[in-house]
């Protein structure tokens, strides 16, 4: 249940003077690494799931395994898409659990980033999920080294950076002030000034990517000056590799052996950049102030008298199919119980990724034009619920479609709303 809200997240590192630290995850070895690291510091921390990445991993396999880990740990955690590539990947990305998405379009020109990135928020917004957007561009793939993939910083300007934040919306701007993503060759020099700029102007978190290889003054000072989130993968992947590669010359025999080490070693250097980064210690503050994330199921149970069971099949089929499409539709379930005399014989459960979508939902032309197509005159009687799923309110609870039809009768408190 730890899921909170990441905008409440990093609006309180911003106004308390920490950052949080968003830590790519390509692995189990990771998770885990990273969830022990913020547990034994007591850290918030947003679990990241890079789209670079999803060429050597399945991210619907590895967020399944990042969700539960979030739910089930006892420090507030966000779930975060790492440079998304366009609204697609976001839309996909919501679906599967992220409450908050990065959509990087620095690479491209100005005008197209915007609009790019003003999609992505829009959509985003509606499902209640926080944005995050990039401007100026900090070169390289995470992990990678700087020095294969040279590329040239193209700096985040003020004024561009006043601009895109008011036309786009976002929530969090990724600035380009002279970090790399890999390992720069040298000390990165980092433009303080024009930081402090942007920083005043704009007011809202800073996020920096290419965190490895900057001093722990650099961090500090960074944070100082706005920066509420701080990427960091790449000394994570060398310190692994190190391990695998510790572990093979020992002359260690087997795949379980050759990885043994790495949990340990990611999961120590997680740990002391919360405690650098001033993350450490936080967590109980960040989950009494900041917004729960808690998903909401719609449960709608109906009759449908005036169809034969053919038809009635058709059309949860199509209902699934269309209803699925809506952003921040987490899944949609259609079932039946055979006895008649049940007092309603059909439902739907719907899983929303938060309370934002029921507004959402209900206004998409999608759900509009098949409720006022098929389902209305389909299931003229029926009940309508939306429940927030493992809420803290009593009676606010549902596991299940047969407990949510259960509840329905008997419980006063539930919010009850007709289509
Ligand atoms: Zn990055």
Request: proline share 3%; net charge negative.
């Amino acid at each position: 249940m730890p899921l909170v809200n990441m905008k409440d997240m990093l609006h309180h590192a911003y106004s308390n003077g920490y950052a949080v630290g968003a830590f790519d995850l390509r692995n189990l070895d990771f998770l885990e690494a990273i969830v022990a690291a913020a547990e034994s510091a007591r850290a918030p921390v947003i679990l990241s799931l890079n789209e670079s990445y999803f060429d050597h991993f399945d991210f619907e396999l590895l967020i399944s395994a990042v969700e539960v880990a979030a739910q089930r740990a006892v420090v507030p955690m966000a779930i975060h898409l790492d440079h998304g590539e366009n609204s697609d990947s976001a839309v996909k990305a919501i679906r599967l659990g992220c409450n908050g998405v990065m959509v990087d379009a620095s690479h491209l020109p100005l005008g197209e980033n915007l609009e790019i990135t003003r999609t992505v928020v829009k959509i985003a917004h509606a499902c209640g999920v926080a944005v995050e957007g990039e401007l100026g561009y900090v070169p390289c793939v995470e992990g990678e080294g700087a020095q294969r993939h040279p590329g040239v910083v193209s700096y985040t300007t003020l004024a561009e950076a006043k601009g895109f934040v008011e036309r786009t919306g976002v929530d969090f701007l990724a600035v380009s002030i002279g970090t790399v993503h890999g390992r720069m060759k040298g000390k990165p020099k980092l433009d303080w000034s024009r930081l402090k700029e942007i920083n005043a102007a704009l007011g809202i978190p800073l996020a920096i990517h290419g965190g490895t290889g900057l001093t722990d003054d650099q961090f500090r000072k960074l944070i100082t000056l706005g920066v509420a989130k701080i990427n960091y993968y790449t000394a994570l992947s060398e310190l692994a590799g190190d391990s695998v590669r510790a572990a093979a010359k020992s002359r260690t025999k087997g795949y379980t052996a050759l990885l043994a080490g790495v949990r340990t070693v990611v999961s120590a250097e997680v740990e002391r950049c919360m405690r650098v980064w001033g993350s450490a210690g936080r967590a109980a503050e960040v989950l009494t102030q900041c917004r729960h994330w808690l998903n909401v199921e719609h449960v709608v149970v109906y009759n449908a008298p005036g169809l034969n069971e053919e038809r009635l099949r058709a059309v949860m089929a199509e209902g699934q199919h269309q209803l699925s499409s809506i952003p921040g539709v987490r899944e949609v379930q259609v079932g039946s119980v055979a006895d008649k005399s049940t007092r309603y014989r059909h439902c739907w459960l719907i899983r929303f990724a938060s309370t934002a979508v029921i507004d959402s939902y209900n206004q998409h032309p999608a759900q509009v034009a098949f409720v006022d197509r098929l389902f209305h005159f389909a299931a003229a009687d029926r009940l309508t619920a939306d429940y927030l799923v493992a809420g803290v309110e009593p009676g606010a609870i549902v596991l299940s479609i047969s407990s949510a039809v259960a509840t329905l009768d008997t419980n006063s408190t539930l919010v009850r709303e007709e289509i």
